[in-house]
Nanobody, 115 residues
Framework: QVLLVESGGGLVQPGGSLRLSCAASLSIFSIYGMGWYRQAPGKQRDMVATITSGHRTNYADSVKGRFTISRDNRKKTLYLQMNSLKPEDTAVYYC?????????WGQGTQVTVAS
C-alpha cells in the first residue's frame, strides 16, 4: 500500500512562510514524478508545482518566484517552500506521485493565510 503523508500546513499571516513536506512509502521513490496541488473551497484542484524524477520543475504562474518545490530521494520526501504567502493561497494542499499509469494522492494539509 502506497502512502503519501503531508505535513507542515497551518495558519500564517500574509507575507509569511510555510514549508510543506510529503513523506512517501514508495519503494523506489526516485523514479516517480511528484507534485503539489491545491484545492480551495468550491473550486477545482489545481496544480501548484511539479518535479520530475530528473528534478525538472514546473510552477503555476500564480506561485512562480514565491514557491519552491524540491525532493530528497534518500529520505523519500517531497517539499514545498512557500514564501510571501497571500490570502488567495489558502487551500488544502495535496501531494501527488505519478509513474507510468500509476498515480497516488495524499490526504491533504490545510494552509490558511489570514491576518
Amino acid at each position: 500500500q502506497v502512502l503519501l503523508v503531508e505535513s507542515g500546513g497551518g495558519l500564517v499571516q500574509p507575507g509569511g512562510s510555510l514549508r510543506l513536506s510529503c513523506a512517501a512509502s514508495l519503494s523506489i521513490f526516485s523514479i516517480y514524478g511528484m507534485g503539489w496541488y491545491r484545492q480551495a473551497p468550491g473550486k477545482q484542484r489545481d496544480m501548484v508545482a511539479t518535479i520530475t524524477s530528473g528534478h525538472r520543475t514546473n510552477y503555476a504562474d500564480s506561485v512562480k518566484g514565491r514557491f519552491t518545490i524540491s525532493r530528497d530521494n534518500r529520505k523519500k520526501t517531497l517539499y514545498l517552500q512557500m514564501n510571501s504567502l497571500k490570502p488567495e493561497d489558502t487551500a488544502v494542499y495535496y501531494c501527488n506521485a505519478y509513474y507510468s499509469d500509476q498515480g497516488y494522492w495524499g490526504q491533504g494539509t490545510q494552509v490558511t493565510v489570514a491576518s
